[in-house]
């Protein structure tokens, strides 16, 4: 398994527009990505109080985690554009050797 992980540093972001993100988020992401091959789950976290929002998505294979970037750089966009917020975008991957549910 592998994963992927969208880093966006916020700044200034009011208490209506973290709700936003996050119905946003939810609304455009999960379906998105769960018609790419290989896509096995996703998550949103966020900090607040840091003004950071973490977007993992689990990947089956390397080559799905790899093959899906470019929409997931579109969807943070699209997320933060529809939310009214801006922020700095950083995308790492991962192997992921143990995850336990």
């Known amino acids: 398994m592998y994963a992927r992980m969208l880093t966006v540093i916020v700044k200034g972001i ?3 527009k973290w709700d936003k993100a996050i119905k946003n988020y939810q609304e455009i992401v999960p379906p998105s990505v769960r018609q790419m091959e290989g896509f096995e789950k996703a998550a949103m976290l ?3 109080e840091g003004e950071r929002v973490l ?3 689990f990947w089956r294979d390397k080559e799905s ?3 899906g970037v470019e929409q997931s750089g579109r969807l943070a966009q699209e997320v933060m554009q529809k939310s009214e917020v801006q922020g700095d975008v950083k995308m790492d991957s991962f192997d992921v050797p143990v995850f336990s549910e």
């Open 46 to 48: 966020v900090d607040r």
């Open 65 to 67: 985690c790899d093959a």
């Open 55 to 57: 977007s993992l998505t």
């Open 14 to 16: 009011t208490e209506e």
